[in-house]
């Protein structure tokens, strides 16, 4: 660790699992945008109950993937350590969750533009992929710190 003055700065610094990261983020959100059109579109699911069921999917995916790829050295073995990141990840990630949802609900309550291709209505997706974003930034720092533990390994 270097002199500085934040602790695990560095391992938050890391750029390779930042990227990692990232890219399990993309794929999260894609599965969360996905399931929220296909919910909110082909099955007329009121949109605040299909973003929750979307973003439990996406967190459900990304943990799977971050487990295997992007902290695969991280966490520890066995599948008591497994579980145990599981739900820290949900813990944490419900953090950034209801930063997602709170952000989301509040701009479509508050702003309404009428922008749609082919029936789909994109307002929403902007509006969630920049939910998404925000809450990214939590999750990272949080997903790093309590549920792998970079700073341990």
């Not at 270097?2 to 894609?30: C, E, M, N, Q």
């Not at 993937?65 to 008591?80: L, M």
């Not at 009428?114 to 999750?139: E, F, R, T």
């Amino acid at each position: 660790m270097s002199d500085r003055s934040v602790p695990y700065l560095d391992d938050l610094l890391h750029g390779v699992r930042f990227g990692k990261f990232v890219s399990v983020g993309a794929i999260g959100a894609t599965f969360d945008l996905t399931t929220l059109i296909v919910l909110t579109e082909a099955l007329d699911l009121h949109w605040a109950i299909a973003n929750a069921i979307s973003i439990e999917v996406a967190i459900l995916v990304m943990f799977v993937v971050n487990e295997n790829w992007t902290f695969a050295s991280a966490g520890g073995d066995g599948r008591g350590s497994l579980g145990r990141r599981l739900l820290r990840s949900h813990m944490v990630r419900a953090v950034g969750s209801s930063i997602q949802y709170v952000l989301f609900a509040t701009v479509l309550f508050l702003v309404t533009v009428d922008v749609s291709l082919y029936g789909i209505d994109l307002w929403v997706i902007v509006v969630k992929g920049g939910s998404i974003g925000m809450a990214m930034m939590v999750n990272y720092v949080f997903e790093s710190l309590f549920t792998w533990r970079v700073h341990e390994s």
